[in-house]
């Protein structure tokens, strides 16, 4: 099956600053990668996602962008806020399958 | 619409004890999937419905887990009997569309088992 590796596993910035969150994949027929924040008592909760057929996508602060000979794909949030201070989770998913998840990335936006 | 709703929020419970625990999806929605999560573990997926009929349990840990879903609008997951590790926060998440696509989590369940 498929294996999603993220890295960090924790990341501080200062407010303000850029994050970066990467991951990677296993199974080349993986062609779907949302990213999901999950806050503290909360579910994860869907924030951007990528399909194989796109290559960068920009909502806002938040961007992703796919390296699918490479088999990464990496989350970038720019100017950072405290609010963004929460656990992220990327995922993959072949088509008709589940997602698999990543191991998360807790980020912490110091102000 | 209110999202998923998942109850109870909490649960505590004696180890060997029955446990139900309940899920709303989104009206409209026709997958529904329950997923664990642990600190030693992630994300685990346990169990996805389509229009209702279990397509993949594969992920269930053992007989002792069963899930149902009765109508569109109501799912149960049970654990019979209970014990310590099954201690976990298990999310109910629905889809319009299909697993491939992204989905909406309920606020999860914290099961403690004692």
């Known amino acids: 099956g498929e294996n999603v590796e993220q890295h960090p596993s924790t990341l501080s910035v200062q407010e303000g600053d850029s994050a970066v969150i990467k991951c990677t994949y296993s199974d080349s027929a993986s062609n779907y990668f949302p990213w999901y924040k999950q806050e503290l008592e909360k579910g994860p909760q869907l924030i951007i996602d990528?399909?194989?057929?796109?290559g960068e996508k920009k909502d806002q602060r938040i961007a992703v962008t796919l390296n699918k000979t490479a088999k990464h794909f990496s989350l970038h949030i720019t100017e950072t806020q405290p609010e963004d201070s929460a656990v992220y989770f990327c995922?993959?998913?072949?088509?008709?399958?589940?997602?698999?998840f990543g191991t998360g990335t807790s980020l912490t936006v110091i102000p | 619409d209110a999202g998923v709703i998942q109850s109870p929020r909490h649960e505590v419970t004696e180890m060997g004890q029955e446990v139900t625990l309940r899920c709303k999806p989104i009206s409209g929605h026709d997958y529904l999937f329950w997923y664990r999560q642990t600190m030693m573990r992630g994300l685990e997926l346990l169990i996805y419905?389509?229009?209702?009929?279990?397509?993949?349990d594969s992920g269930m840990p053992e007989d002792r887990f069963s899930a149902k879903m009765p109508n569109a609008s109501f799912s149960t997951l049970k654990i019979q009997p209970s014990e310590p590790r099954d201690s976990a926060v298990y999310f109910c998440a629905s889809s319009l569309t299909g697993p491939n696509y992204g989905y909406t989590f309920g606020s999860g369940t914290r099961l403690t088992v004692v």
């Open positions: 995922a993959a998913s072949i088509a008709g399958n589940q997602f698999y």
């Open positions: 419905f389509n229009n209702n009929v279990p397509i993949d």
């Open positions: 990528i399909r194989s057929n796109v």
